[in-house]
Nanobody
């Protein structure tokens, strides 16, 4: 059974940093794209970035470029999101997601592309 479980959310002061983890229940190597998304109440889910499970090529949204790093530990089948210089507008529920793809695929940040989702973890940034 494919399952994603996020951890590491909580409350952070503005200017601080966070590291979220997303544990997958299967081998996340070649053949998968994995991404991080976030959603504020009453707003559309926003893509933060994604990583190809085989090549580890990453893409990021403009809103977090320079502040976010996505990495993947294939040995642990765990996806990570590190963010620094956090702002109150980074407050949201953060989700990880995955989708099976062909080798060499450039991963998308469109949430509709992904079909395996974690339950989400709340991140609150206070000013």
């Amino acid at each position: 059974q494919t399952r994603l479980v996020e951890s590491g959310g909580g409350s952070v002061q503005a200017g601080g940093s966070l590291k979220l983890a997303c544990a997958a229940s299967w081998d996340t190597g070649s053949g998968y794209c994995l991404g991080w998304f976030r959603q504020e109440p009453f707003r559309l889910r926003e893509g933060i970035g994604s990583i190809n499970g085989g090549s580890h090529v990453t893409v990021y949204a403009d809103s977090v470029t320079g502040r976010a790093t996505i990495s993947l530990d294939n040995a642990k089948n765990t996806l990570y999101l590190e963010m620094h210089s956090l702002k109150p507008e980074d407050t949201a529920v953060y989700h990880c997601a995955a989708v099976r793809v062909q080798t060499g695929y450039v991963c998308s940040m469109q949430s509709t592309t992904y079909n395996i989702w974690g339950q989400g973890t709340q991140v609150t940034v206070s000013s």
